[in-house]
């Protein structure tokens, strides 16, 4: 059975800080998906990584993607209170099974 | 806006009740998703649709009875529930085999009393 863990569970910091949330299988994927929720409300689609070594950004949010395709990253640089959220990860692997991992929540306070 | 919605948004149900979520999604998508999701807990998988064909049911109890009449709308029935299963369930739509991307409504809130 694929292990996914997320870390931190929780975050808390200061709006301007910068901050790095983990996401680790003990599998390697096919692809994997970032997502983030705000309470009451249904995850959000941030970004699909898919190739070994990948880097994407969206403005202040840089996710990168382990060689071996079994680790994700997600940084934020300068957070902003609106970055507060659920930080969730999920993988696919070859068959098409997914996996959501626990989610790491990040408090931003002004 | 993320194509996918769902109603009610909140729902106080007794243990005796019968009720139905709905969800519908406006993406063209051809996949269809319940997740459970509970305070402190990862999502948990409940039923999967594709093409209108239920094709996983993760072990969900028979309390809740899923129905996908269209590949736009999905419908949990729910009978004689137990407090255990207050939570926030979530529907999701994607293109099976396309990155698996999926897109998720706002979620009901459910409470059993």
Redesign the interface.
Known sequence: TQLLEQSPQFLSIQEGENLTVYCNSSSVFS?L?W?RQEP??????LV?V?TGGEVKKLKRLTFQFGDARKDSSLHITAAQPGDTGLY?C?T?DSW?K?Q????TQVVVTP | E?G?T?TPRHLVMGMTNKKSLKCEQHLGHNAMYWYKQSA????E?MFVYSLEERVENNSVPSRFSPECPNSSHLFLHLHTLQPEDSA?Y???SSQ??A?????????T?LTVT
């Open positions: 692809s998906q997502y009451g409300e249904g995850p959000v689609l699909t898919v969730l999920v696919t098409g997914f959501f991992g626990a989610g | 993320t996918v769902q402190k807990k990862p999502l998988l926030l979530l529907c999701a099976r085999g990155g698996y991307e999926q897109y998720f409504g706002p979620g809130r």
